[in-house]
């Protein structure tokens, strides 16, 4: 299984940014797929996901942020508006599948200038 993640860059405050990865070598069912962010200590936190339950947010990026998934080809993306400073880090896409199999792309630098 491969995650191709792309879409990451420089913006100022205010600007958008749209990530997306494209999960290859799917061979199971996929439970969801979503966004993480890398803390200064290395924890990787929800950003975004969606999986059976619908679309669910960090607090912190709730309107701001929505993520959609396209099943057909295994590809899930980040719109990101009005972003802040804060939102600053390495983005990592995420695919959980059956059976607990859970695997991660390399990551994508997204930094915000205020």
């Known amino acids: 299984v491969q995650l191709v993640e792309s879409g990451g860059g420089l913006v100022q405050a205010g600007g958008s940014l749209t990530l997306s990865c494209v999960a290859s070598g799917i061979t199971f069912r996929i439970n969801s797929m979503g966004w993480y962010r890398q803390t200064p200590d290395y924890q990787r936190v929800l950003v975004a996901v969606?999986?059976?339950?619908?679309?669910e947010y960090a607090n912190a990026v709730k309107g701001r942020f929505t993520v959609s998934r396209d099943n057909e080809k295994n590809m899930v993306n980040l719109r990101m508006d009005s972003l802040k400073p804060e939102d600053t880090g390495v983005y990592y896409c995420?695919?959980?599948?059956?059976?607990?199999?859970?695997?991660w792309g390399e990551g994508t630098q997204v930094t915000v200038s205020s």
């Open positions: 995420r695919v959980d599948g059956n059976w607990g199999r859970t695997y």
């Open positions: 969606d999986g059976a339950g619908g679309p």
